[in-house]
């Protein structure tokens, strides 16, 4: 009669963490189902913006290298216009379209023509900021839910830790048996939430630093550039 008692027992108790998932109570599989949805969200915001910065960048450096041999604003102009896609580019697009606006308030006090005064080199400098950052906030558009997802699922995976120990702990009180062979099926299935949850946080969390490591350097090269195209207007005496 024992032996059979340890066979019921032995085949009850989950062998792997797939039949340990399978045989989870319904909070568990609530908290794993929500992870997942969590875990692919996370990976392909990681996948695609990883694709499209490094995109970003080989174009920006692409348009720099032209850029920089540049002679003239003009020439500048037209390889902007005809020059693939890039941040740099949209941000030339955005300063020669205020320039073309914009009338210069000094005269013809220059062999070149008329030139900028200091309040409209001001406000060129606040357009090609604030392109700038347009720039990179459609880029980094939800980069951000990284960080959520990384601070948000261990929280989420505790609570289906903390439920499955309180079902484990029923359980036990249900049965009347507080030996380890009953209650180490129910804490482990509660320590799957925690393993779970800390599987979708780390990659979450690591994809978010270098996400947004790249972002700035891309936002420092966009400011630099700015500080190119002010300073070619100066050569040119436009300024």
Same mark, same amino acid.
């Given at each position: ?93 955005? =300063?020669? +379209? ?8 000094? *005269?013809?006090? !220059? &062999?070149?023509? #008329?030139? @900028? ?94 996400? =947004?490591? +790249? ?8 400011? *630099?550039?700015? !500080? &190119?195209?002010? #300073?070619? @207007? ?6």
């Amino acid at each position: 009669m024992t032996g059979y008692l340890l066979m019921q027992i032995g085949a009850a108790v989950p062998s792997s963490p797939i039949e340990l998932v399978t045989s989870s109570t319904t909070a568990t599989k609530v908290v794993l189902a929500v992870l997942v949805v969590l875990s692919l969200i996370s990976w392909s915001v990681m996948i695609a913006k990883t694709i499209e910065l490094r995109r970003a960048e080989s174009a920006g450096r692409a348009f720099m290298d032209s850029f920089e041999n540049a002679p003239s604003l003009d020439i500048a102009a037209d390889l902007a216009k005809r020059s693939t896609l890039s941040p740099q580019r949209e941000v030339m697009l955005r =300063a020669l +379209r205020f320039l073309h606006e914009t009338t210069p308030a000094l *005269g013809a006090t !220059s &062999e070149r023509g #008329a030139r @900028l005064s200091a309040s409209q080199v001001e406000a060129l400098r606040l357009v090609l900021d604030s392109e700038s950052g347009a720039v990179r906030d459609r880029i980094g558009r939800f980069v951000p839910s990284l960080a959520t997802i990384g601070s948000a699922s261990p929280l989420i995976g505790l609570l289906g830790t903390v439920l499955g120990v309180i079902d484990a702990f029923l359980g036990i009180a249900t049965k009347g048996s507080g030996n380890i062979g009953a209650v180490a099926p129910g804490v482990a299935e509660a320590l799957i939430a925690t393993a779970a949850a800390l599987s979708v946080a780390i990659p979450a969390v690591f994809g978010y630093n270098i996400l =947004a490591h +790249r972002l700035n350097r891309l936002d420092g090269e966009l400011d *630099g550039f700015g !500080s &190119e195209l002010i #300073a070619l @207007l100066v050569r040119e005496g436009r300024i």
